[in-house]
């Protein structure tokens, strides 16, 4: 069993909104922080979005600021996406992660558990 698994990604039209959320199995992950990433095709992953272990503090990559928020209901030991505006750019594949940090992490290499992703598609 992966760690974790995305769930929420589909088909929308520019403007539109999502809200993808990240269920973990196997353990808590209550103390961890949190992120998620995206990978369009013929790009590399890049960061998205982290939440400290509480949830009390947040940061965003610049492409994404006010449009996604980031939350996370660690009593339910799941992670949220909410994204609006939706633009065509945005199209990749979503990943949760969980860091080996409590605090905000930017980097790939900072977060050691992982999930398979999902698909987020905006047309025009």
């Known amino acids: 069993q992966v760690p974790l698994a995305e769930s929420g990604g589909g088909l929308v039209q520019a403007g539109g909104s999502l809200r993808l959320s990240c269920a973990a199995s196997g353990r808590t992950f209550s103390a961890n922080g949190m992120g998620w990433f995206r990978q369009a095709p013929g790009k590399e992953r890049e960061f998205v979005a982290a939440?400290?272990?509480?949830?009390?503090?947040?940061y965003y990559a610049d492409s994404v600021t006010g449009r996604f928020t980031i939350s996370r209901d660690n009593a339910k030991n799941t992670l949220f996406l909410q994204i609006n505006s939706l633009r065509p750019e945005d199209t990749a594949v979503y990943y949760c992660a969980a860091s080996r940090y409590s605090i905000i992490r930017l980097a790939l290499s900072d977060y050691d558990y992982w999930g398979q992703g999902t698909q987020v598609t905006v047309s025009s």
């Open positions: 939440i400290n272990w509480s949830g009390g503090r947040t």
